[in-house]
């Protein structure tokens, strides 16, 4: 029995899709999961033929169970992971079990951006970085030159959860302590901030030739935290943006090492140089798939799972559309007592998709990473300023009423 072995998922977004992709593929799919509402929400998920529950931390415990599949006769073709720092896990799996490529030392690269930053040393496409361990923060500051303001990250922060910005000395010394304490003997990263607009390009790399898939403007709310809540896809991009953008993702992407897989790269355009914010190992969560589906007719999922097997992707567009998908986010906080306008948004002609993530009863608050974005909605069409219109407009009509 062809098998497929999925380590973690969420409930929506890119991560289930290709969970979905191989099953239509037609694999046996079992899913590792630590999360208990998957278990209690089993009927929901029926594109999951096994689900065992397990520590993801705990890597002897998943190679006993994948020992276990394979003696009962499944023929474990690979074991993936779409879900921020277990793509790595994976990928040492999978090499191990199932004798694949997936670039396991450019992940690890990925997942740590203290690794990034330090794989791209001395290229254009750092902004100027340091790294604080211990010891007095003013000494610090002084020592690397650094002013404010200042970009203050745990390595290995997701989401956004661990990425703040800094004004003044008060402000940075306060971070630092916070992460120390939530991270203990951790090295903290600090970057310069920079303007600049923002891309997010999706790659998929096989057998040394990095495609780029799709590229995204990005639009970010700076209150508490980094926050993305519009995606804009390009269906069209200008040749001169497209060429030079190309150009350093495709660098970046070499200097890493990766030579099979995916990734996506967000960059920001400054002082006529691109700058990489972030690199990470696998497609973007979130409606990033459907988006790239709407937009090309690709299923990204779908072609990762194909190189995962040692197969080529394919990736040629039957049409293009310009997508944009506008999340919603609140100012407040409380209990979910109900949604409203869902139908409403639907009705806009151009509108994809409208996905409302929380249930009534679930407390909800202003957004502290991306997980905390409780709404979006995806619209396309011929031109980029027509998606984005029906989009926030539709996105209007959705209400949480709370408690």
Not at 210 to 236: C, D, H, M, P, W
Not at 246 to 274: D, P, T, Y
Not at 369 to 398: N, Q
Request: proline share 3%; glycine share 6%.
């Amino acid at each position: 029995m062809r098998t497929m072995v999925f380590i973690g998922t969420s409930k929506s977004g890119s991560s289930r899709e290709a969970i979905r992709a191989a099953e239509r593929l037609g694999f046996y799919t079992v899913l590792f999961t630590r999360r208990k509402l998957n278990l209690e929400q089993r009927a929901e998920f029926s594109d999951v033929h096994e689900l065992i529950s397990i520590d993801l931390d705990d890597v002897p415990s998943m190679r006993e169970k994948i020992k276990q599949l394979q003696k009962q006769g499944k023929i474990i073709e690979a074991i993936v992971s779409f879900v921020d720092g277990l793509v790595y896990t994976a990928a040492v799996l999978s090499e191990e079990f199932c004798h694949t490529d997936l670039s396991k030392e450019a992940i690890l690269k990925m997942e740590d951006k203290i690794q990034t930053r330090n794989a791209l040393q001395k290229t254009p496409f750092n902004m100027n970085y340091a790294i604080y361990k211990q010891g007095s923060l003013s000494f610090f500051i002084e020592e690397n030159e650094l002013t404010f303001p200042l970009i203050v990250k745990a390595p290995h922060s997701a989401g956004s959860k661990d990425v703040l910005k800094v004004d003044r000395k008060s402000e940075f010394e306060s971070c630092v302590n916070k992460l120390k304490q939530k991270y203990p003997g951790s090295p903290i990263l600090v970057e310069e901030y920079i303007d600049g607009p923002q891309y997010l390009v999706e790659t998929l790399v096989y057998q040394n030739k990095v495609n780029i898939v799709a590229i995204i403007e990005q639009e970010i709310s700076k209150e508490q935290r980094f926050i993305v809540t519009g995606y804009s896809l390009l269906a069209k991009v200008e040749e001169h943006l497209y060429e030079s953008l190309s150009r350093a993702v495709i660098s970046i992407i070499r200097m890493l090492g990766m030579k099979n897989g995916a990734c996506h790269l967000e960059l920001k355009f400054h002082k006529n140089q691109w700058k990489l914010i972030e690199a990470n190992p696998r497609i973007s969560g979130g409606a990033m798939n459907k988006m790239i589906e709407v937009a090309y007719g690709i299923n990204l999922a779908e072609q990762i799972i194909k190189i995962a097997i040692g197969e080529a992707p394919s990736l040629q567009k039957t049409y293009k559309k310009f997508v944009f998908t506008q999340y919603i986010t609140l100012a407040s906080s409380g209990e979910l007592q109900l949604v409203t306008g869902r139908n409403r948004a639907w009705r806009y002609e151009g509108v994809d998709d409208v996905y409302i993530k929380p249930k009534r009863g679930t407390y909800l608050h202003p957004p502290l990473s991306m997980g905390h974005r409780y709404a979006y909605v995806m619209a396309s069409s011929s031109t980029k300023e027509e998606a984005k219109t029906i989009a926030k407009a539709a996105a209007k009509e959705i209400h949480f009423h709370l408690y």
